[in-house]
């Protein structure tokens, strides 16, 4: 099998999580805690093996790269080094990965602070002390924030030039290296466009189940 359709396996379990805070398949509870307990464990399959590619796959296509540039990041768990299978692409996951670091208090907030949010709310509205009636409430303030955290990382990170600094990554690169950054980058635009107008819709709607 293809490191490539590995990466896109072991991609998989992201848009799982989602889905299961989103959709609550298995009831509030159970889907709370069968997607925190994905998230939580992805790193522990997902990082070794885009560790043990990150020379032989460029980090923002995921095609196979041989003799690419190579670049030093720091990120939470330490410093990395990752490949590109030529300059032109190691140029734009500079660029996006140093938009990242510029607006790291930006993207913390908007992401991991939306998602401590929703998982209070959540678990709240499971043990019964809130309405089940206002989950949907809870998704679509979620999607809401998130979209509006990732739409201009995915619309205006690579635009500009890459400064000469040292990269620093405010999330674990890992994740973005199993399928490639330009792929993260267009599903933070397409999932970031879909969700704005659902939650829009939702919370604009006299018609919307509140």
């Known amino acids: 099998m293809s490191d490539r359709l590995l990466g896109l396996l072991l991609f998989l379990p992201v848009p799982i999580v989602l889905f299961l805070f989103t959709r609550a398949p298995l009831g509030i509870a159970w889907s709370l805690a069968l997607g925190v307990a994905l998230m939580l464990s992805h790193r522990l399959y997902a990082r070794p093996f885009a560790l043990a590619r990150s020379a032989r ?57 939306t998602l401590a949010a929703f998982l209070v709310a959540g678990a709240v509205i499971a043990s019964g002390r809130m309405s089940a009636t206002r989950y949907p409430d809870a998704v679509n303030a979620f999607r809401l924030a998130i979209a509006v955290t990732v739409l201009p990382l995915g ?34 635009r397409l999932v970031g466009l879909a969700w704005l107008v659902l939650a829009i819709l939702h919370f604009a709607l006299p018609s919307s189940p509140r």
């Not at 790291?104 to 991991?112: A, D, E, H, P, S």
């Not at 635009?159 to 933070?188: E, K, M, N, Y």
Request: hydrophobic residues 45%; positive net charge; charged residues 20%.
């Open 57 to 113: 796959r460029c980090l923002w296509c995921g095609s196979a790269t041989v003799e690419g540039p190579a670049f030093d990041v720091e990120e939470p768990f330490g410093t990395t080094r990752w490949g590109a299978c030529g300059e032109p692409h190691a140029d734009r996951a500079r660029r996006f990965l140093e938009w990242a670091a510029r607006h790291r208090r930006f993207l913390q907030v908007g992401i991991l602070g």
């Open 155 to 188: 619309f205006l990170a690579t635009r500009g030039r890459a400064a000469d600094t040292p990269l620093r990554s405010p999330f674990p690169v890992h994740i973005q290296a199993l399928i490639g950054t330009c792929a993260v980058s267009w599903l933070f």
